[in-house]
């Protein structure tokens, strides 16, 4: 038996800068986590390599086949982890548009668990009718940081404290994502005449990481739950 993680991308094939990548860290910090023989394999490329008798982690899955879905709820082998809200079009739970449908719904019921993120994030999927009574369904707490990180997080939190260098500034993070809420949050310090300064996304996670951390508050004002 082989354990694959099955997702649409992987580290290796992010870029950063463009606002995306957070689901690829916490999977690569997940699976350094769990200390097991774990196969990575992206989505479009599982169906030739499909066994029943495999047992798959699947995060992000929007290049899953529908067929190979059919197969997974049919065997049963498979958890999922689940990084945001794709059993919706466009992925956002506040978005009131009554013609939104559900997606996947047999898919996630039929497997052996489903993680979420957080407390919230789980609660946020049980919300929906369609979910209410699932059983599967699994906290993580907190998202996944791997070991390199959290050295990396505490080493420039010690740093930044003892040397006193950290701004009185509020931090926006410059992503370009929509839903990532960069106008909002700029606009909201304008609004409220908000001394602040844009956080640049960088391939560098050290050189992100140490210029967030100059700042005093973060204004994070998503278009979606995070």
């Not at 059993?87 to 559900?102: A, E, G, S, T």
Request: one cysteine or more; glycine letters at 2%.
């Amino acid at each position: 038996m082989t354990i694959y993680y099955v997702s649409d991308n992987f580290v290796d094939s992010i870029d950063y800068t463009s606002g995306i990548g957070g689901a690829e860290l916490s999977d690569a910090a997940l699976r350094e986590r769990l200390n097991l023989e774990i196969k990575p394999i992206r989505c479009r490329y599982l169906d030739p390599e499909y066994l029943s008798t495999n047992t798959y982690i699947i995060s992000n899955h929007w290049t899953l086949s529908p067929v190979l879905k059919q197969k997974l709820i049919q065997d049963k082998n498979y958890i999922l982890i689940e990084h945001d809200y794709q059993c919706l079009p466009n992925r956002n739970p506040w978005d009131n548009d009554p013609k939104q449908i559900v997606m996947d719904v047999d898919f996630v019921k039929a497997a052996k668990a489903v993680f979420f993120q957080t407390d919230c994030h789980m609660s946020m999927w049980q919300e929906m009718p369609e979910f209410r009574n699932c059983k599967n369904f699994y906290s993580l707490i907190t998202t996944t940081y791997s070991k390199e990180e959290l050295d990396i997080i505490r080493k420039i939190s010690l740093n930044t404290y003892a040397s006193k260098s950290f701004s009185r500034k509020f931090a926006v993070i410059d992503n370009p994502q929509p839903l990532k809420g960069r106008n909002r949050a700029v606009n909201y310090c304008l609004a409220n005449s908000v001394d602040f300064g844009l956080v640049k996304l960088t391939i560098n996670r050290v050189n992100f990481l140490t210029d967030l951390a100059s700042y005093s508050t973060l204004v994070f004002l998503p278009g979606t739950p995070e």
